[in-house]
T-cell receptor
């Protein structure tokens, strides 16, 4: 158990819908990262937050957005869903700005868009 | 931009034997971290081992060790005394040690099977 929690574990929804994925980092970790794992694209970085502020953006679609709240949990919002958005979405956390380098991953949310 | 390449999509090893998984990377940076993550069928991403680029000594964690060749930009993972529980997908990953973006850049992964 990494100490990072994600809910829900599975999500099935229809095209055009909007969903919210939730992540709670390890106790004391200020940085949260979101990654997408799909068969086509592999593991890709989406976005990073540090202590409530957006720190870096990767290959995140405009239909996707995220935020980190004062209690440090983070939410990833996916809207106007398409079949190609079906993937495993991971949240990871690291202490401070990532000192030490390692990131600890949650169990992931498997999103299926039908 | 940094890239990570894992050219072997699959490997197989006999239980109790040793196997080496290969990884190469490309970067213009001198200070960075390299990682191996394990993803078993449960899909959980588990950190196996970490290497700091400034350290010449290769990292070891129990049965897992790396061969880090900075000049060649090579970072292989050796698993000794392979166990059935080692069967999983293994990802090599790169992280810059400088700058604001501390994202992980992953290779495509290698599927390791362990034969009893």
């Amino acid at each position: 158990d990494s100490g990072v929690t994600q809910t829900p574990k599975h999500l099935i929804t229809a095209t055009g819908q909007r969903v919210t994925l939730r992540c709670s980092p390890r106790s004391g970790d200020l940085s949260v990262y979101w990654y997408q794992q799909s068969l086509d694209q592999g593991l890709q970085f989406l976005i990073q937050y540090y202590n409530g502020e957006e720190r870096a953006k990767g290959n995140i679609l405009e239909r996707f957005s995220a935020q980190q709240f004062p209690d440090l949990h983070s939410e990833l919002n996916l809207s106007s869903l398409e079949l190609g958005d079906s993937a495993l979405y991971f949240c990871a956390s690291s202490p401070r700005g990532g000192v030490g380098g390692e990131q600890y991953f949650g169990p992931g949310t498997r999103l299926t868009v039908t | 931009a940094q890239t990570v390449t894992q050219s072997q999509p699959e490997m197989s090893v006999q239980e109790a034997e040793t196997v080496t998984l290969s990884c190469t990377y490309d970067t213009s940076e001198s200070d960075y971290y390299l990682f191996w993550y394990k993803q078993p069928p449960s899909r959980q991403m588990i950190l196996v081992i970490r290497q700091e680029a400034y350290k010449q000594q290769n990292a070891t964690e129990n049965r897992f060790s790396v061969n880090f060749q900075k000049a060649a930009k090579s970072f292989s993972l050796k698993i000794s005394d392979s166990q059935l529980g080692d069967a999983a997908m293994y990802f090599c990953a790169y992280r810059s040690a400088t700058g604001a973006n501390s994202k992980l850049t992953f290779g495509k992964g290698i599927t390791l099977s362990v034969r009893p």
